[in-house]
């Protein structure tokens, strides 16, 4: 899958099979390519099996919510394949940009089964399946919708995060083209929101998470409901498992039946920086606090201090400012905004000048109160973690650039550092 913040997470193939995949695919869809597609062909489905498959998460940031995919087997014809939503490269152009804005385009992709386990293998990830208890027109309708979506002008979608992945788009093909009714069987108190969810699976990976943090606004904190958490991969298999097929006044179960191809190993979070969010984030306002006492026993101002802090603000307030045109509908209102501004960078010059000369600028003022309207947020969004000592800082350096707060710290106006 994928997060964005990043918050995304889909699979990486490193072969490049595309020929092939096309030349495996017309073996599945021969026979029906000769016949009337509202009448079902004469072929033995007894032997064909179709499952959805549930990956692990990988060490990659894309790849921390895991994956989902479909089996199609036919032994007769020879044929185990993994039809797999999540095709993207990050050789195309403004990959970044794109996915940030929420204008990612990603594909339908057909590989040999066999290639696409190997390389879970290779990257210590488990792989669970669930053969689905399918009567043989649904195992064909499935296969004939595969074969819709394959088609060139059809297999290419614009991605979205949490409303259209690979698993969403995997579960849609399934349920759609089963001929009763798929019920679910959620709780009445199955209630999350996509930034909780997330976080189940980021926890060990805590600069991702702050980074997906940063970028999920309130729609991200919204509660959602039990098909909206079907984005992820594992809650799409959880899901899977305790639903039933009803038809003609007779129930199924949708899974037939539940086995690990990978089991899961133990492995070893190795996230590089040693501290985490919060813990930065406090020694920036320690830093910024014994800053302030200097400036106090020396009667100076460091205003380069104030440069850069504020600047980073403006730096992070500018790709904030951003995510508001993007297509994502969760990361468009984002009160971290309030602290994060672009405006300290855009009249960084100004800001500069008068803070050399020991006098105040307009702007510190409403910069304040938009930090406090920010602490006021947290009833509203739940920010990233060590946001709030972050703003503490920005507040601090705020007040001590104000004249009222040069007065009652007796800052000597002639003198700076």
């Not at 804005?101 to 089964?113: H, K, N, R, S």
């Not at 309030?338 to 008068?354: E, S, V």
């Amino acid at each position: 899958m994928g997060n964005i913040s990043y918050f995304c997470i889909v699979k990486r193939f490193k072969y490049n099979l595309r020929w092939c995949w096309v030349l495996i695919f017309m073996l599945l869809t021969t026979a029906l390519k000769g016949q009337d597609r509202n009448a079902l062909p004469k072929v033995n489905t007894d032997s064909i099996k179709i499952s959805l498959l549930t990956c692990g998460p990988g060490s990659e940031v894309y790849s921390l919510y895991g994956h989902t995919a479909i089996r199609f087997q036919d032994p007769q014809r020879g044929q185990d394949l993994a039809i797999n939503y999540g095709m993207f490269s990050f050789r195309q152009k403004f990959f970044i940009l794109r996915f940030i804005f929420g204008l990612t385009d990603y594909e339908m992709g057909i590989i040999p089964f066999q290639d696409f386990l190997q390389e879970y293998k290779d990257e210590h990830r488990w792989v669970i399946e669930q053969d689905l208890n399918l009567t043989g027109e649904e195992k064909l309708n499935i296969a004939r919708a595969i074969d819709e979506n394959y088609i060139p002008e059809n297999r290419v979608y614009r991605y979205n995060y949490f409303y259209d992945n690979c698993t969403t788009r995997a579960r849609d093909l399934l349920i759609h083209h089963v001929n009763g009714r798929v019920d679910f069987h959620q709780g009445t108190d199955a209630t999350t929101s996509y930034r909780e969810m997330t976080h189940q699976w980021n926890r060990e990976h805590l600069w991702a998470r702050f980074g997906n943090d940063i970028l999920l606004g309130v729609k991200a904190d919204s509660k959602t409901s039990f098909a909206q958490q079907q984005f992820l991969p594992d809650s799409l298999r959880k899901a899977f498992a305790k639903a039933t097929i009803t038809e003609n006044g007779k129930i199924k179960p949708f899974v037939d039946s539940t086995f690990y191809l990978i089991r899961p190993q133990e492995i070893t979070n190795t996230e590089g920086f040693p501290l985490s969010p919060r813990e930065c984030s406090l020694i920036l306002l320690a830093f910024t606090v014994i800053i302030t006492c200097c400036e106090i026993r020396k009667k100076c101002r460091f205003w380069i201090y104030d440069l850069v802090l504020f600047a980073s603000a403006g730096i992070a307030g500018v790709i904030l400012t951003a995510m508001i045109f993007s297509q994502h509908p969760t990361v468009s209102l984002n009160l971290q905004i309030l602290a994060l501004n672009p405006f300290p960078l855009l009249l960084i010059y100004p800001i500069w000048k008068r803070l050399k000369d020991g006098q105040g600028y307009w702007f510190i003022n409403v910069w304040i109160l938009l930090i406090f309207l920010f602490f006021v947020g947290n009833l509203f969004q739940e920010y990233a973690e060590g946001m709030n000592f972050v703003a503490c800082s920005l507040l601090l350096r705020c007040l001590t650039a104000t004249p009222k707060g040069r007065n009652i710290l007796k800052l000597n106006r002639n003198k700076h550092e």
